[in-house]
């Protein structure tokens, strides 16, 4: 399973870093940002993120389910490993 999550913080770091025109680095070391407060989400780029994660782990995201229950960088991981796992 560490594997399947080191893939999951890959993308999704990758992702973040992309949408948000901010460095890999800086994504990884800081987990507990939050989407909406710390790097401003709007459904404009979450929409995107979603897309990039969808393609990228080969799963269907709940774009709502992920904008309400990923509040953070880590939560989004946790909620990603979610279905991750399941395939």
């Known amino acids: 399973m560490a594997d399947a999550r080191e893939t999951v913080n890959a993308a999704l770091y990758e992702g973040v870093a992309d949408i948000f025109m901010l ?3 800086d994504v990884t070391s ?3 940002w939050n ?3 710390d790097l401003n989400a709007t459904s404009l780029q979450y929409y995107p993120l979603i897309t ?5 782990l080969d799963i269907n995201i709940d ?3 992920f904008q309400w229950e ?3 960088v880590g939560d989004a991981v ?3 490993m979610g279905i ?3 395939r």
């Open 84 to 86: 991750y796992g399941e």
């Open 30 to 32: 800081h987990p507990e």
């Open 52 to 56: 990039d994660l969808e393609e990228k």
């Open 78 to 80: 946790d909620f990603l």
């Open 70 to 72: 990923a509040h953070t």
């Open 23 to 25: 460095n890999k680095d």
């Open 63 to 65: 774009a709502h389910a």
């Open 35 to 37: 989407f909406r407060t």
